[in-house]
């Protein structure tokens, strides 16, 4: 259920576990249900494994699970991002070998011509 106040901030009720509560913020309504699903899916995994587990120690290894999925992903971006560069340069560095080969290659067909 979404709730407008007077701030253009809307309100959302949402279950996860079991337990109701609301967020408010300037969230797409596809967002923040997407977000509490994923919430709800890693905390249905770890109540599965460890079905007796009390709500406080469930939500506190959800948080654990949730930051080390972030950190990992965080981590693989920064070596993506500097994988990118890398591939960027040596692109950069092949253009220009590839410019001095056709320039050489042109010279080369130069000489080739006069010889002729």
Do not use: C, W
């Amino acid at each position: 259920m979404i709730e407008n106040n007077n701030q253009n901030r809307k309100k959302f009720k949402l279950n996860i576990l079991g337990d109701q509560f609301t967020v408010t913020g300037d969230f797409s309504e596809k967002y923040i249900y997407k977000l509490a699903d994923h919430v709800e899916k890693t905390g249905q995994e770890i109540k599965n494994a460890y079905p007796k587990l009390p709500f406080r120690r469930l939500s506190h290894l959800m948080m654990i699970n949730l930051a080390d999925e972030y950190f990992k992903l965080k981590s693989e971006f920064l070596d993506l991002k500097t994988e990118k560069e890398r591939l960027k340069d040596a692109n950069q560095s092949l253009h220009q070998e590839l410019k001095k080969l056709r320039e050489e290659n042109e010279e080369l067909n130069t000489l080739l011509e006069e010889v002729d």
